[in-house]
Nanobody, 114 residues
């Protein structure tokens, strides 16, 4: 059974940093492209960043230069380092296999506010 558990969210001031973690079980992380998504209040879930199984990375324009996605395959972990946070980054953040329909976890809430 595939399970993805996100952690690391919280309240941070604008300009601050957070590092999100995603722990997976029930899948071989190393063969999948893994992604971080977010859903802000009243908005649809959007793709934030993804990392190919070969380590190449891609980012949405809204976070490029501020967020960094990484992975540790032996530990079945994916990370999202978020720097220079803005109020518009406030959302629930989810990790998943890129383009997966299922396997969504509960997410972790990030609130950027002074």
């Amino acid at each position: 059974q595939v399970q993805l558990v996100e952690s690391g969210g919280g309240l941070v001031q604008p300009g601050g940093s957070l590092k999100l973690s995603c722990a997976g079980s029930g899948i071989r992380f190393s063969i999948y492209h893994m992604a971080w998504y977010r859903q802000a209040p009243g908005k649809q879930r959007e793709l934030v960043a993804f990392i190919h199984n070969n380590g190449d990375t891609n980012y949405s324009d809204s976070v490029k230069g501020r967020f960094t996605i990484s992975r540790d395959n032996p530990k079945n972990m994916v990370y999202l380092q978020m720097d220079s946070l803005k109020p518009e980054d406030t959302a629930v953040y989810y990790c998943n296999i890129k383009d997966a329909i299922n396997y969504w976890g509960k997410g972790t809430l990030v609130t950027v506010s002074s």
